[in-house]
């Protein structure tokens, strides 16, 4: 009996062998299929600093063409080629990995963090917008019960998740540069500005001046808390119609739709922003006449200049959008020239 059994096990493990076998084959081509990969994406990132280079020389050479009339169409038409080049370059780069920036390589060490896929960037970024929304609903809801009870546990429970909450925001953010987001410098350093000033509110001792202060900082927590889920809508907005002029056969939405589209999002979220940027300009103003009392610590004046660079980098930065929509129209159009074997014509025929 036992005999038997132990030739089964010998049948089977034979068996077993040959599919291994197959698998050790499977898994070779997989690896060199891998190295394959790697030479190419090498090949193709030369091969795009390449044509960058050479657009840049030429950017430069038709710079001084331009001022003979003669040369006028013929430079436009070059100038157009150019920016649909740049936006087929760009398009390129979404598929390949790229370094990480100091601050990635500081917190998460060598680690590879590019989505190579385009509807994995949409999900992570989708993520990242739906991270927000949800923190920001709990930061509503610690909010509310700070102004109704007074615990200094509570508190300092709120305040410690907004070091977390802004903490994570500046590293999400990091991975989003990364794969090619055009999210501006001053978010990202708004971000980290909040990382501190959460710290600094952390540290700020149980003192009559923190009390004073206290309501205030609940208050603008709702209310910053209202607009993030404005910004929320918005932003989703955005990117399913982003994401739907990027599909290739999606007819759906046209550049002009999603610009209308746009205008009026921003049209309803920009009073909110600015009624929020005139609270952050209020709350350096009552920190910089609290930090003339006597029990005022280090924290007052510290909150009260953090408070008024947040105030015055998201009022510029704010402003600053709307010319820059206004302009972004062609670019955006060329960003959306679909990519394929019939770039000549597209070339041809702008
Ligand atoms: N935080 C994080 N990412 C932001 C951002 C912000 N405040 N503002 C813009 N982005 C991202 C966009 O999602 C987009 O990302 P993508 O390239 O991955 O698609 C990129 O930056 C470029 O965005 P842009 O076209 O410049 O602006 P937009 O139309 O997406 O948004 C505003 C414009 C003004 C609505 C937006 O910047 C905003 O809400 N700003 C206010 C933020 C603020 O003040 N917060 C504090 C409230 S008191």
């Known amino acids: 009996m036992e005999l038997t059994d132990v030739d089964s096990c010998i049948k089977d493990w034979d068996d077993l062998f040959a599919e291994y076998k197959n698998l050790e084959t499977l898994n070779k081509q997989y690896v060199a299929k891998l190295e394959e990969v790697g030479e190419l994406q090498g ?11 050479r657009i840049g020389v030429m950017k430069n050479t038709l710079k001084k063409l331009d001022d003979d009339p003669s040369n006028k169409a013929a430079v436009e038409q070059l100038e157009k080629n150019i920016m649909i080049r740049k936006a087929q370059l760009y398009d390129m780069e979404e598929s390949l990995p790229k370094s990480n920036s100091l601050y990635l390589k500081i917190i998460l060490g060598n680690v590879n963090v590019s989505i190579l896929n385009k509807e994995n960037k949409y999900k992570y970024k989708e993520e990242y917008e739906k991270f927000k929304l949800v923190l920001s609903v709990i930061g509503f809801v610690f909010s509310v019960f700070n102004l109704l009870v ?8 709120f305040i410690f998740l907004l070091v977390w909450y802004y903490c994570t925001l500046t590293i999400r953010e990091s991975i989003l540069k990364v794969n090619g987001s055009r999210i501006k410098g001053w978010w990202r350093i708004h971000h980290f500005i909040s990382t501190v000033a959460a710290g600094v509110l952390l540290i700020w001792p149980n003192t009559s001046t923190w009390f004073q202060f206290r309501t205030q900082f609940m208050w603008f927590n709702l209310y910053i808390s209202v607009v993030q889920y404005l910004q929320f809508r918005y932003q989703q907005g955005v990117l399913y119609r982003l994401r739907t002029l990027g599909e290739r056969h999606n007819m759906d939405i046209t550049i002009e739709g999603f610009h209308s589209w746009m205008w009026k999002g921003l049209s309803f979220l920009l009073p909110f922003l600015y009624i929020g940027y005139a609270f952050q300009f209020y709350n350096a103003y009552v920190l910089f006449f609290l930090s003339y009392q006597e029990d005022a610590t280090w924290q007052v004046p510290m909150l009260s200049a953090l408070f008024f660079m947040l105030f015055m980098g998201n009022l510029v930065t704010t402003s600053m959008v709307i010319p820059q929509k206004l302009q972004e129209r062609s670019k955006l159009r060329y960003r959306f020239k679909r990519n394929g074997n019939n770039h000549r014509e597209e070339e041809k025929s702008d």
Do not use: D, F, P, V
């Open 43 to 53: 090949k193709c990132m030369k091969e795009i600093s390449h044509q960058r280079y």
């Open 150 to 157: 007074n615990a200094r546990a509570l508190e300092l429970a």
